[in-house]
Structure formats: structure tokens, C-alpha cells
């Protein structure tokens, strides 16, 4: 299981890494994205982070601001989404799927979760965030539905 | 590792694969749920949203809702709870248990965290959700134990 | 895959597994802690919950504390860093590293967030939370980019 070999003979696993670490690459980065707003911005959320924009601790630093609280949505959101689609994607991509239908998965949720990002910091106007958003987990669904249909062990 | 016959013969995993879908899935419902309680509360998160419950964008939409934070109280706590489980469950299953100690792992937890969504999101006179919150958590901590027993390597 | 000497065989993935299992261990520490300083400062975030530390349902202990805020938020900090190096931790378990150099990759991990947590709990002078959280960044980024180098396939 654990030998290289054995990941680079399933072009599906192949793929189920390549996808699974882009969108964790992609959830991963709103955290710099929070800092750069709090710190651009001087919003923090804890007084000890207030040395990191002004020379001394300042109690009027410490509050939120509607376009960090805006990424951290984005963020929970991801979380929400993003880490069910890699936990069951792993199941799915052991259940031996073919090679097209994986990659019409992966890719499909890769690109409503980017668009998602783009449609929430951005605030692109309604239905677009929604839409990602459904895409997403109509795909995990499916997946899920593959999972529960082949293994299924209650 | 990536053929389905390796998964399909080991009885451990498929009841992993199947329990763990099941909660993600649990989890993943929250969303709707919340959806559902933004939607007929007319309670938005962002300005862009209002849009999806009045013709025009309406920032008095904009805001927080007791309910709709409880739900997202209870997802959070999903996140925090549900995700441990499936990692900690993967290592655990991989760790060749008995079938019927897995079983009973899984199917405890399953139903703990079921209990715990029903208990918070009707608020159920306290300590039924902590119950079924301590359960859960007894269960997770209970298979760590086996793999840090099994497999420790510092 | 699930013998459990198929993974017995692999240090890489026993050190995988222990890490992996210490890492989620102490995130699932901060609940407990939420816990016990909501009932220590009797600040709850359900009207059903406060009737665990007083003898009837009381809505003026239905309210937010700055410490348990900031326990939230450093569980929050966990869920968003601790669980994409879980999941890029196994793909890179699986790509075969030596074990030094994944030893190296999951002790300087779990360090970083340890010290974390203690940064965030015991408010700390920055930057030691910014650089704990700096470092684990790092480590899983650094994982990411040997994933993605091995198996790439989009």
C-alpha cells in the first residue's frame, strides 16, 4: 500500500491526489488571504495581534471588518465543503470508477469551488455563488451515492 | 491499493467506507439546512444574497438569526467532531480490527452524532446534546488509542 | 490494503499514522477546553446549555466571552491548518519519501502546533502564534509540492 508503485499504476488515484491537493492548496490559501486583509486593513481579532500593524498594543485595532469577515466565510465554507469531497473522493477513488468519470468529478468540483472563491470575495451578484456552491456538492454527492452503492456494510 | 477487490473483501473497511459516508453526508446536509433557514427567516450573511429573497438588494436582510446560527453552531461542531472520526476511523480500520469491535465503533458514533444534530437543532433539554457530543468524542478517542497503540513510531 | 502489516511494514506510513493521530488528538482537545471555560465563566452560546450551571434556564448567561472566543477561534486555526496536513500528510505518505526527511516533515508539524496552541491560549507577544502557524504552513505546502511533482495527472 504504501509503495510509490503502487499510486503510479492507478491513473484514477493519480488523479484523486492530483485534485484532492489543489483544492486543499486552494482552502489553505485563505488563510494568507485573511492576514493580508487584517493587516492591510488593521482589523484584528486578538490585542496581541495589534503589534503586528501599530508600535504598541492598541485596543482599537481589536474588531471585524465586513470584507475579512467576507474571506472567512469563504474559508468555513470551504472547510464545509472542500474536506467531504476529499474524504469521500478517497472512497470513491477506491472503488475503482473509470478514468473519465473520476476526472469529469474532480474537475468539475475543482473548477465550481475556484468559481465559488471568485464569486464570494469577490461578490459577484446572485445565483453565481450558489451555483458553485451546488455543483460542488451535487458532485460529492454523487461520488457518495457510488461509495454507499458499491461498499455498503451497515 | 486502488482495486476494488482489496477494498470488497475486507469487511472492516467497507463498514469504514460506508459509516463514513454517512456522516459526512450527515454533515453535509447541514448546509441546505441553513440555506433553508436563511431563505424563509430572510436573514442573509451577505448584501449580494438579499437578492435571492426580494427583488432588489435590501440591506435590512442583512444580518443574524438565532436559528440559523444554531445550525451553523451544529455544523461547526460536525466539522470539529465528524472530521476527526473519519481520519482517526481510516488509520483505526486500517489497523485489521475485529469486524464486530469496528462495527460497534462506527455504529455508535453514527448514532451519537444523529442524537446530537436532532438534540441541538430542536434544543432538547441539556444533557442530551452533551451526550451525545461526549459519545461521540469517547468513540473517536477510543480508536486513536488502538492506532497509537498499534503503530507508534515517534 | 487493510492487513494490518501491509502498514507495519512501512515506517513512513507508521509515522504517518502517529502523527497523524497526536495532530488531530489536539484539536479535539480544544472542545473539552471550550467546554470548561464556558462552565468555569458561565458564558454559554445555547439557552438550553445554561441550565448546566445554574439551576434554571437563565438568558443572561447566553452571551460571548473574550476567552472562549479565543479558544474558538485557535480550534478554528486547527481545522483550517490541521486537517489539510492530515490529508496532504497521506498522499505524501503514499508517494513513498524517505523516513527521514518525513519524520522531519510531521515532528516539525506537530511542533509548530503545539506551540500554537499554547501561543494562542496564553496570548503569547507576537509573532510566536504567527510563526507557529507560519511554520505548519510551510510543512504542508512543502508535502503538497512532492505530491503534486510525483503524481501529477489533471
Known sequence: MSS????MDSPVLRS??????????????M??????????????ANL??????????DKKLVGTDPEVERVRRCHLNDLENIVPFVVVGLLY?????DLSAALLHFRIFA???????VAYVCAL??????????????????????VLRTVLLL
Open 48 to 57: 496581541e495581534d495589534t503589534k503586528l500593524a501599530s508600535p504598541a498594543l
Open 93 to 97: 477513488a477506491l472503488t475503482a470508477p
Open 125 to 146: 451578484p446572485q445565483p453565481s455563488r450558489a451555483l458553485g456552491f451546488i455543483v460542488g456538492l451535487t458532485v460529492t454527492f454523487s461520488m457518495a451515492y457510488r
Open 4 to 7: 510509490l508503485s503502487s499510486v
Open 111 to 117: 473548477g465550481a469551488r475556484i468559481f465559488h472563491t
Open 16 to 29: 484523486y491526489f492530483t485534485y484532492a491537493t489543489i483544492v486543499i492548496l486552494k482552502m489553505m490559501l
Open 31 to 44: 488563510s494568507p488571504l485573511t492576514s493580508y486583509f487584517r493587516l492591510t486593513r488593521k482589523v484584528f
